[in-house]
């Protein structure tokens, strides 16, 4: 998206000091991103994570089961804090998806960056991964 800056897949939010893909006890499968709030805001951030997965479904994406595979918001602000719940509840009174979202907000403890090979896997591998795609929804925000 315009405005993105970098990207980096990491784990969040879990017990280990330094989490592995073998070892994240806790944590999520996160990704870390840097943007420019003059060009994008996070509530464009916020509006384009609720379509591009399924928020309503609880310790799951896709074939991936667990807790490392939740819908969390890692907030590092009150204020983000605030504009996510906010979000939340907009996606929730929408009726788009049958049950009620279950995406965590959740303080940015720690983020360990994962392995070279967890970085841009789908631009490695074109194929590998399905269920993280732009539904052809319309935006919440319009």
Aim: glycine share 8%; charged share 25%.
């Amino acid at each position: 998206l315009p405005g993105i800056i970098d990207t980096e897949t990491g784990y969040a939010g879990g017990e280990a000091e330094h989490a592995t893909y073998a070892h994240h006890p806790g944590s999520a499968e996160a990704i870390r991103i840097q943007y420019d709030p003059a060009k994008i805001s996070f509530k464009h951030l916020l509006d384009f994570f609720f379509r591009i997965h399924d928020p309503s479904t609880l310790n799951r994406q896709g074939n991936d089961m667990g807790t490392s595979y939740r819908s969390a918001i890692f907030y590092a602000t009150e204020e983000e804090k605030k504009e996510a719940q906010e979000f939340i509840d907009l996606v929730n009174t929408s009726g788009r998806w049958k049950n009620p979202v279950t995406t965590a907000l959740e303080p940015l403890s720690k983020f360990t960056e994962a392995e070279p090979e967890h970085q841009d896997y789908l631009q490695n591998n074109p194929g590998g991964y399905t269920c993280h795609y732009v539904r052809s929804m319309p935006s919440y925000l319009e």
